[in-house]
């Protein structure tokens, strides 16, 4: 994928991370697994994620980047937020 259309699909998968629910059961890897792929970029790799909180940068294109962070509240529910760069 070249630059451009890289940049428009960002745009995308933003827009459509956007709106996704803030509050969670669980963290929602395969949605957003399903809007990385809609848009032309890989999914998350696998891997363990675990604690009440964290972070994780995760490369799904040739120049894109995912940012997801997650936070367990007391109610037991994950706040959970996720962008492209």
């Known amino acids: 994928m070249d630059n451009a259309t890289e940049r428009r699909n960002r745009t995308r998968v933003?827009?459509?991370?956007h709106k996704l629910p803030i509050y969670h059961d669980g963290l929602p890897l395969s949605?957003?697994?399903n809007i990385l792929g809609r848009?032309?970029?890989n999914a998350l790799e696998p891997a363990i994620y675990c604690?009440?909180?964290g972070s994780c940068t995760d490369k799904?294109?040739?120049n894109t980047y995912l940012a997801l962070s997650w936070y367990?509240?007391?109610s037991g529910r994950?706040?959970?937020t996720a962008y492209v760069s």
């Open 14 to 17: 933003n827009n459509d991370l």
């Open 31 to 33: 949605e957003i697994d």
């Open 39 to 41: 848009h032309g970029f």
């Open 51 to 53: 604690g009440a909180s």
């Open 60 to 62: 799904v294109g040739p």
């Open 72 to 74: 367990k509240m007391e």
């Open 78 to 80: 994950y706040e959970v």
